[in-house]
């Protein structure tokens, strides 16, 4: 089962954030949401998907998919996934592994366990161990909104529409509190701070959150690879750690377990190097008693992977991020979006156990790239 082909997507739909009109990440104000899709087929016809993360940085890992690793893949066999990760990752070390290569591997990965479960007719979830759940609990996430009344509004907003848990993009205090008053006592409340702080201003900061019931803090040190400043805040007890997002392969995590860094591990599987390498963090962070809760705000084959690999994991895992917000059009209809219960259905067809729509692929697709 030989590689053919493979192509990219770069798809922006319209994205309605729910939030002021600067509201964005990266320096842009988000008026669309934009994903690099990639398509590999195998000479038996069989077509998988993945997703490549970027926003901002699509052109770049894009060029790393059609420079680095697109020539490699061709004429390799599509079953080898495993080998074919290590290969990737040990011929492009000298040229920067993590980051935008990264990425472009993990998008493949993806697409090649798509097209491992279709061939054996059974879901990826299945092929990774099967799984009891038939419902993942999910959690919305808002962008960094930096005001309080819409940070307020949008969490009763949320709360109705069934939601158990928030996460906030914030850095004060006063938009836990807000958080609070809008979703009420009951709401599960994480903080995504996105690395700003010392170890010293984030202990100060998070104990003042923590006032207010937060359910984790996430990322609240610079760098992000600073495994022993998290150490230390999450060792002052304000409340639970989270962190991973910005991690590269199951190295980092382990590094991070080591350090006694977190209470829960985020990597993202359109990030981090794939299925493949979120399996191998899974089963450190059990071991290392550990929860999963995956960075998912995205809405493409990568977040379809996300619940396959949510369900299939046996140890402690959280809910399951939804980039909070109101897409003209979605590649997976209503699989992006949890229940009038908070949760999501899980797939059960072969793969990825839906395919993208291919209207949404072409008329969506971003114009003059």
Same mark, same amino acid.
């Given at each position: ?46 077509? @998988? %998907? /993945?997703? $490549?993360?970027? &926003?901002?940085?699509? #052109?770049? !890992?894009? *060029? =790393? ?5 697109? +020539? ?89 529409? @069934? %939601? /158990?848990? $928030?996460?906030? &993009?914030?850095?004060? #205090?006063? !938009?836990? *509190? =807000? ?5 009420? +006592? ?184």
């Amino acid at each position: 089962m030989k590689i053919v082909r493979v192509d990219t997507h770069w798809i922006a739909v319209p994205f309605d954030h729910r939030g002021p009109a600067s509201t964005g990440f990266g320096g842009r104000a988000w008026a669309d949401m934009q994903t690099l899709i990639v398509e590999i087929e195998t000479d038996n016809g069989i077509v @998988g %998907y /993945g997703e $490549i993360f970027g &926003h901002n940085a699509i #052109p770049s !890992a894009r *060029a =790393a998919l059609e420079t680095q690793i697109k +020539p490699f893949l061709i004429g390799k066999d599509a079953r080898a996934i495993g080998p074919l990760m290590l290969d990737l990752q040990k011929l492009n070390h000298n040229f920067g592994r993590y980051g935008q290569t990264l990425f472009a591997i993990s998008g493949v990965d993806i697409a090649l366990w798509d097209i491992a479960g279709k061939a054996a007719g059974l879901p990826i979830w299945q092929l990774l161990g099967g799984t009891t759940a038939e419902r993942l609990p999910a959690y919305a996430s808002f962008m960094r909104y930096e005001d309080l009344a819409t940070i307020e509004k949008r969490s009763a907003e949320a709360v109705a529409a @069934g %939601y /158990g848990f $928030i996460k906030l &993009h914030e850095r004060t #205090p006063e !938009a836990v *509190a =807000a958080c609070r008053a809008g979703g009420g +006592p009951d709401v599960q409340i994480m903080v995504d701070t996105n690395c700003p702080w010392s170890v010293a201003d984030a202990i100060e900061i998070g104990d003042e959150m923590a006032a207010y019931g937060v359910y984790w803090l996430e990322e609240p040190v610079w760098p992000p690879e600073n495994f022993e400043g998290l150490a230390e805040v999450r060792a002052n007890g304000l409340c639970a750690i989270a962190a991973g997002e910005n991690a590269s392969t199951a190295w980092e995590f382990k590094q991070m377990f080591a350090a006694g860094a977190v209470d829960w591990a985020q990597p993202s599987v359109s990030k981090v190097g794939g299925i493949t390498e979120t399996r191998k963090i899974s089963v450190l962070a059990d071991a290392a008693n550990v929860g999963i809760a995956l960075h998912s705000p995205y809405f493409g084959p990568g977040f379809i992977a996300s619940l396959h690999l949510v369900a299939a994991h046996v140890g402690r895992k959280g809910p399951v991020e939804r980039l909070y917000g109101t897409m003209e059009a979605s590649l997976y209809g209503d699989w992006v979006n949890p229940g009038p219960d908070g949760c999501y259905a899980l797939p059960g067809g072969p793969g990825l156990g839906v395919e993208p729509d291919k209207d949404v692929m072409r008329d969506f697709v971003k114009k003059g790239v």
